[in-house]
């Protein structure tokens, strides 16, 4: 059973630039959901989608936004990038059914704002 | 504000040891609780879940709830050096979904042979 896919796995951008992040579930989950780390603040959590509906939401600006598709995949969109947005944005994908479901993380996406 | 406090360690124990994590939660309304293993350079993978008080076993590790203390525990037992990672504790169940966890920045666990 293939695990959660991120892509890519590593970014360089440029400060004021816009990026887009990718991530595939596990077959048959229906929730993503995306965090961002880094060494100073751990792991943080962004937003969760499920059914392509934004069903939670972390205390990051609006320019961290995120959308799901039909298959469940999702996107992350930071824009106007600023340097202290270089982190490992981590995806995690859960059945999403309402009860104890455990959330998978994807490898991650490096991201570095120069 | 929901928050998730551990000890940042490190914790260093003998090989064959049982290493014990600690985690405690703010809210209350919290209602189940993880355990992650990070690898440096890695993502965390999941070691187990509780939302009951009592004990949890799988294997080397028992996960403990006490709701009333707001505790959450790990023991690893026969430790080994490729125990040697970050445990981070996560809580969630908030709003009946899963997909919103709230982490510990995690304590650094150092097995020695």
């Known amino acids: 059973k293939a695990g959660v896919t991120q892509t890519p796995r590593y970014l360089i951008k440029t400060r004021g630039q816009q990026v887009t992040l990718s991530c595939s579930p596990i077959?048959?989950?229906?929730?993503v959901s995306w965090y961002q780390q880094t060494p100073g603040q751990g792991l943080q959590f962004l937003f969760e989608?499920?059914?392509?509906?934004?069903?939670n939401k972390g205390n990051f600006p609006g320019r961290f936004s995120g959308r799901q598709f039909s298959n469940s995949r999702s996107e992350m969109n930071v824009s106007t990038l600023e340097l202290g947005d270089s982190a490992l944005y981590l995806c995690?994908?859960?059945?999403?059914?309402?009860?104890?479901?455990?959330?998978?993380f994807g490898q991650g996406t490096r991201l570095t704002v120069v | 504000q929901k928050e998730v406090e551990q000890n940042s360690g490190p914790l260093s124990v003998p090989e064959g040891a049982i290493a014990s994590l600690n985690c405690t939660y703010s809210?209350?309304?919290?209602?189940?609780f993880f355990w992650y293993r990070q690898y440096s350079g890695k993502s965390p993978e999941l070691i187990m879940f509780?939302?009951?008080?009592g004990d949890k076993e799988d294997g080397r590790f028992t996960a403990q709830l006490n709701k009333a203390s707001q505790y959450v525990s790990l023991l690893i037992r026969d430790s080994q050096p490729s125990d040697s990672a970050t445990y981070l504790c996560?809580?969630?169940?908030?709003?009946?979904?899963?997909?919103?966890?709230?982490f510990g920045k995690g304590t650094k666990l150092s097995v020695k042979p």
């Open positions: 809210d209350r309304g919290s209602q189940s």
């Open positions: 509780i939302y009951s008080n």
């Open positions: 995690a994908s859960s059945l999403g059914a309402r009860g104890i479901t455990e959330a998978f």
């Open positions: 989608y499920f059914s392509e509906t934004q069903r």
């Open positions: 996560a809580a969630g169940g908030y709003g009946g979904s899963q997909g919103n966890l709230i």
């Open positions: 077959s048959g989950h229906r929730s």
